[in-house]
């Protein structure tokens, strides 16, 4: 016991700070994602000038349309006309598009405007999310890096132009917060919509069901009524379906409509066997040579850092193996996918999905020499490959 006067002449105690892990996730994707945009705009303008040589100088509508290549302006078509504009538009899942033809009427630009407004609402709430999951897993330096290393990954630059990947990171990274909390009817409509913006939505029933089970003693003694919403998942699949019967003739049409992409299934892992040979058989700069080294490394690279996930002092907790599954089903199926002339087209972007390699690269970052190093190449590559990308160049697409 103390007496009165200790109690005098003690020093005032001050209250325990209040750890508010939604505000700090709020205000760390705000700083990132503020600082990608800068950038982006930055680079968007040099880029712009380099292509266009002593054309006028670019505004921002330019260097906003330059962003609108390749897959961007097939969902702002999608938005504007529907899937009748030919056989191989269906392989577009709706909610992406959807989204922006909800928001076209109030926005500029043709779709245009909007496609970029639903991917940078998308990007921030999937760093909000990312934040959040890892934050929750690792604590708040880990999450920190987690985020800025998911923006300067060299394709993370796709989450703020007019593709549907920020979307789908969004929906994905929430599912699997919401199924790790127990909120599995959140988990199960999160998924549902993941479905309905990819076909790869449908793999986030592997993950959550192992959290499920781990949840329930993995030999659940009665059967309770939210495992149910594991079943909700593919119903984002379904309704798409349902629709493609109904408009365009056939339930599997965005299957078919693949076919016009030269996508197909191999083997896993015969893909990236594929991915080597070209790599093997063509000149060193040859474009495929080159797009194929970019997909094949970027998922070898993915593989390596989710070794490390089971394996050596940066392996994750028992209890976090569903973060292992979820990236490990994306890595199997990125090198089990062929694409067109290229094998594992587009792989290098999917990667990013993979959330579980950020966050074993985060903990690795806490040497600041990594740290660094991961930075500053990663912004550099990242800021390369937009350039490329904007010149319209199908290395990067």
């Not at 922006?100 to 407004?117: E, N, R, T």
Request: hydrophobic share 55%; with cysteine.
């Amino acid at each position: 016991m103390t007496t009165i006067a200790e109690e005098l002449v003690a020093p005032p105690r001050t209250a325990a700070p209040v750890h508010r892990p939604w505000r700090a996730a709020l205000l760390a994707a705000l700083a990132v994602w503020s600082a990608a945009v800068i950038v982006h705009l930055v680079v968007g303008a040099f880029a712009w000038l380099a292509y266009r040589g002593h054309a006028p100088s670019p505004d921002l509508s330019s260097i906003v349309l330059a962003w609108n290549r390749w897959d961007a302006g097939h969902y702002v078509a999608i938005a504007t006309s529907g899937y009748h504009l030919g056989p191989g538009f269906p392989a577009f899942f709706p909610l992406y598009p959807l989204l922006i033809h909800v928001l076209d009427p109030v926005l500029p630009g043709d779709g245009v405007a909007s496609a970029l407004v639903v991917a940078h609402a998308a990007a921030y709430g999937a760093l909000v999310m990312l934040h959040r999951l890892a934050d929750h897993e690792f604590g708040p330096e880990v999450a920190r890096r987690a985020a800025w290393y998911l923006v300067v990954f060299p394709m993370g630059f796709f989450l703020f132009l007019g593709y549907n990947e920020s979307l789908f990171l969004l929906l994905a990274v929430g599912a699997l917060y919401a199924g790790r909390r127990g909120h599995w009817w959140l988990a199960g409509t999160l998924g549902a919509l993941s479905s309905a913006t990819r076909l790869f939505g449908l793999l986030l029933i592997a993950p959550l069901a192992v959290e499920y089970l781990r949840q329930t003693g993995w030999r659940p003694r009665r059967i309770r009524p939210d495992v149910l919403s594991l079943a909700m998942v593919p119903l984002g699949v379904a309704a798409y379906s349902v629709y493609c019967l109904i408009e365009l003739g056939h339930p599997l049409q965005f299957s078919i409509a693949q076919d016009q992409w030269g996508r197909r299934y191999t083997v896993p892992g015969g893909a990236w066997l594929i991915a080597a040979g070209q790599i093997a058989g063509h000149k060193p700069l040859d474009a495929v040579t080159l797009g194929a080294a970019l997909d094949a490394g970027t998922v070898l690279l993915a593989v390596i850092l989710l070794i490390l996930c089971v394996r050596g002092p940066f392996r994750f907790r028992r209890d976090q193996i569903y973060l292992v599954v979820q990236a490990g089903i994306t890595l199997v199926m990125l090198m089990s996918t062929e694409v067109g002339g290229r094998a594992m087209q587009s792989a290098a972007r999917y990667a990013m999905e993979a959330v579980a390699i950020f966050f074993v690269l985060a903990r690795i970052g806490a040497n600041q020499t990594v740290d660094r190093t991961v930075l500053v190449i990663g912004a550099a590559l990242h800021a390369v490959f937009l350039v490329i990308f904007m010149a319209g160049t199908f290395l990067v697409a």
